[in-house]
T-cell receptor, first 114, second 112 residues
Framework: DTGVSQDPRHKITKRGQNVTFRCDPI?????LYWYRQTLGQGPEFLTY????????KSRLLSDRFSAERPKGSFSTLEIQRTEQGDSAMYLC????????????FGPGTRLTVT | DAKTTQPNSMESNEEEPVHLPCNHS???????IHWYRQLPSQGPEYVIH???SNVNNRMASLAIAEDRKSSTLILHRATLRDAAVYYC?????????????FGKGTTLSVSS
């Protein structure tokens, strides 16, 4: 399978714990995006990378959130001191730089904070 | 990003055409119109996009009004697999930022 993969698919954590999610984009894609989706809503943009550079961050990305893409390939999204309001589906997408209209999404990581 | 307005839900019968409308009255000259859909329990997937002219691909057709203030996604023969949430999204082609701003979309139900 050569699509976008995310790991884990599901994560249950207690409030206050830290969690980290991983995204592996399509191999030749130089752009990688993170979105968050809550029930009944469309995805909300969080941040994106071009290669290893983080070029844009949404206001939604509080100080407790950090994303990295150290070698321009896979990316991680870490949430520190999780809160119940962080419960959501976290989606990763990737695209080619010159085909930014066509983003390929992964299946998402569903986070539940208890 | 300019705002789009879509009906909350629509129903269709299998093998019939479906026309999904989207209003974007404040669209600017550099805004591209994108459509994505999200099948149950999956991430969104790209369907089609256009700027001014009507567009066709293997999945659907996009009809853009002459004044660009509205557009319609056309599924020529709906199948059960087309049941999904369809999002109409505007993106400024001049901006380096490439975030897609999703609304709530239209939930399409397809009956056999």
């Amino acid at each position: 399978d050569t699509g976008v993969s995310q790991d884990p698919r599901h994560k249950i954590t207690k409030r206050g714990q830290n969690v980290t999610f991983r995204c592996d984009p399509i191999s030749e894609h130089n752009r990688l995006y993170w979105y968050r989706q809550t029930l009944g809503q469309g995805p909300e943009f969080l941040t994106y990378f071009q290669n290893e550079a983080q070029l844009e961050k949404s206001r939604l990305l509080s100080d407790r959130f950090s994303a990295e893409r150290p070698k321009g390939s896979f990316s991680t999204l870490e949430i520190q001191r999780t809160e119940q309001g962080d419960s959501a589906m976290y989606l990763c997408a990737s695209s080619l730089r010159d085909r930014v209209y066509e983003q390929y999404f992964g299946p998402g990581t569903r986070l539940t904070v208890t | 990003d300019a705002k789009t307005t879509q009906p909350n839900s629509m129903e269709s019968n299998e093998e019939e055409p479906v026309h999904l409308p989207c209003n974007h009255s404040t669209i600017s000259g550099t805004d591209y119109i994108h459509w994505y859909r999200q099948l149950p329990s999956q991430g969104p997937e790209y369907v089609i996009h256009g700027l001014t002219s009507n567009v066709n691909n293997r999945m659907a057709s996009l009809a853009i009004a002459e004044d660009r203030k509205s557009s319609t996604l056309i599924l020529h023969r709906a199948t059960l697999r087309d049941a999904a949430v369809y999002y109409c999204i505007l993106r400024d082609g001049n901006q380096a930022g490439t975030a897609l701003i999703f609304g709530k979309g239209t939930t399409l139900s397809v009956s056999s």
